[in-house]
């Protein structure tokens, strides 16, 4: 079992655990449907409706089994602002695998702050909970998050064609990993471990 040491502070960031009180900043960009052009999920019609997303997020703290995720509120330390979220998934106990993710304020984008919050989840990955390897999934048309992947240092693996049906049309996925060893080859002798 892992359970992380929160707050996690970053060189601008405070990764939490979501609050009740997130619920506005939360829904100002969750509740948005253009946010969810390359999402699973469809935005929530109203306030109740991200109040469940939000009770769902204060549960994703700790990875006790396969399947179990850390889902952390990413707040600019300056301001306190809630700006975004970041996700790592334990998705094969027994291969030592995981999933990151990251889903950012469109008003916040371009400023570095998903991939900041996303190395450190990477760090927490590899450092922490000892995973051989981490991947991020994405819509293959959502060329941002391509980016935020490959400034990870990440590896483009697959381009999988109409593989998915989501939202009334055939979606074309793309798979980027990263391996505990290229992790460590990358990361300067100098740089501080996971928090």
Known sequence: MFTPD???ETERLHLRAFQ???VTELHAYFGDPAVHRYLYSEAPADLDGTREVLAR?????????QGDSIQ???????TGQLVGEVLLIWTSEEHRQGEIGYLL???????????EAARTMLALAFDRCDLH????????????????????GM????????????KGEWADEVV?????????????????AAP
């Open 6 to 8: 929160l707050p996690i």
């Open 20 to 22: 009740p009180a997130d």
């Open 57 to 65: 997020r204060q549960q994703r703290t700790a990875l006790r089994a």
């Open 72 to 78: 952390l509120a990413v707040v600019l330390r300056e």
């Open 105 to 115: 304020n469109p008003g916040h984008r371009g400023r570095g702050y998903a991939t």
């Open 133 to 152: 390897r981490v991947v991020g999934r994405l819509d293959a048309r959502n060329t941002a998050s391509a980016q935020v992947l490959t400034r990870l």
């Open 155 to 166: 590896r483009r693996e697959a381009h999988l064609r109409e593989n998915e049906y989501v």
């Open 176 to 192: 980027y990993a990263m391996l505990a060893r290229e992790w460590r080859d990358r990361r300067p002798a100098t740089a501080p």
